[in-house]
């Protein structure tokens, strides 16, 4: 067996559990290890109440404690204005424009596997390790490939579905092969002396401390009344912001007339051109193709029309589709109608349980013949 080669690790260090229990294996494994956390907060108190959020003064004191017990030298990172920039800000504007972002997604590859690892680069480190749940695999040929996690229930592929190549060459996921529950992963953490081991997991979006996503953007795009309308555009109601709604959102609509059938109605489609909100039956929200644009593989670009499983949102199911590949657009054809599918969501292809490649949802269709709907 040939034995593994001793990295130079920078280990990314949240403060929570799954980050500290992946830097431990990873110097458990016999690599030369060094923590560090990233502030991304100018006002680290802001992002975080209770078990919300993270990137607290809290979550830093709780990581140098872990690489205390770990062993491993620890030190903090001021990355607030690339975050602010590169995520905040990207989160509002994709917003601002009718679409509905994941700044999880957007965190990995600009903050994480871009800012990070660029400087550990840098500084002469050989890899970035995190606490995400997913496999890297070594093909004969020595190209790397990302992988579902072994337990696919905690696989976060999803959201590293935006690492190219290069990234992968240098990213180590030490909790993606192992199939244990989150308790067994705190119960690892209190063997190894972890005072994080009972430390609750971080929920929601960590630059939103109150959960208050409509609360947070209205602080920053302000409130401008619109009209809410039918499918066949006629005026039903208004609301305060066009922003605050999402593609297939049902509850908060504030629609006094029912509609005519009597069945709930969802929102179809934003227009923040001129701030109005569509509403209409379950079924108008069936998908069957869309195009994406900016798309990022993980790995060698696919060529031509291929078949791959989708996944459309960060704990949604995989489906069947036909892909190709166009430039900077990637144009996806589903087998079965899906639905909630919203512009600005991203789209990440499979191959088994190897990610292809991930691109940004730019528009939609009912049918593969229609014109696209959505920006």
């Not at 995520?87 to 800012?115: H, M, Q, S």
């Not at 590293?160 to 990213?171: N, T």
């Not at 959102?249 to 909100?277: E, F, M, W």
Request: with cysteine.
């Amino acid at each position: 067996m040939t034995a593994t080669p001793r990295l130079r690790v920078l280990a990314a260090m949240s403060g929570g559990v799954d980050s500290a229990v992946a830097a431990a294996r990873a110097a458990e494994a016999g690599h030369d290890v060094t923590g560090v956390h990233l502030a991304l907060s100018a006002n680290p108190q802001s992002f975080r109440t209770g078990a919300r959020g993270c990137c607290t003064l809290e979550d830093s004191r709780d990581a140098r404690r872990a690489a205390d017990v770990i062993g491993i030298p620890f030190y903090v990172w001021d990355l607030a204005e690339r975050f602010r920039e590169d995520v905040v800000d990207d989160f509002v504007d994709e917003y601002r424009a009718g679409r509905t972002p994941n700044p999880c997604l957007r965190c990995n590859e600009r903050i994480k596997f871009a800012a990070l690892l660029d400087r550990a680069l840098a500084l002469g480190f050989d890899a970035v390790c995190t606490g995400h749940y997913a496999r890297i695999v070594t093909r004969p040929d020595g190209e790397r490939e990302m992988h579902r996690a072994s337990d696919e229930a905690k696989d976060q592929s999803y959201v590293l579905g935006v690492l190219d190549a290069r990234q992968l060459a240098h990213a180590l996921f030490p909790l993606g092969d192992t199939l244990t529950t989150k308790a067994e992963i705190r119960a690892e953490a209190e063997r190894r002396g972890l005072a994080v081991a009972k430390k609750p997991d971080s929920h929601d979006i960590c630059f939103i401390a109150d959960g208050d996503t409509q609360g947070f953007l209205a602080s920053r795009l302000g409130e401008a009344e619109g009209d809410i309308l039918d499918e066949d555009g006629e005026r039903i109601g208004t609301h305060q912001g066009a922003h605050g709604f999402t593609v297939g959102q049902r509850k908060g609509l504030r629609i006094g007339r029912p509609a005519p059938d009597g069945k709930p109605r969802y929102v179809l489609d934003i227009s923040p051109v001129d701030n109005t909100v569509t509403v209409g039956p379950a079924e108008s929200l069936d998908v069957r193709a869309l195009t994406a644009i900016r798309p990022r593989w993980c790995g060698t670009p696919p060529q031509g029309p291929a078949r791959y499983t989708a996944q459309l949102r960060a704990h949604g199911d995989e489906t069947p589709v036909t892909a190709v590949p166009a430039g900077e657009e990637l144009h996806v054809s589903f087998d079965a109608p899906v639905r909630g599918v919203a512009p600005g969501q991203a789209v990440v292809l499979y191959d088994g349980t190897r990610v292809v490649g991930s691109a940004t949802i730019a528009a939609t269709r009912r049918t593969p013949d229609d014109a696209p709907a959505g920006r």
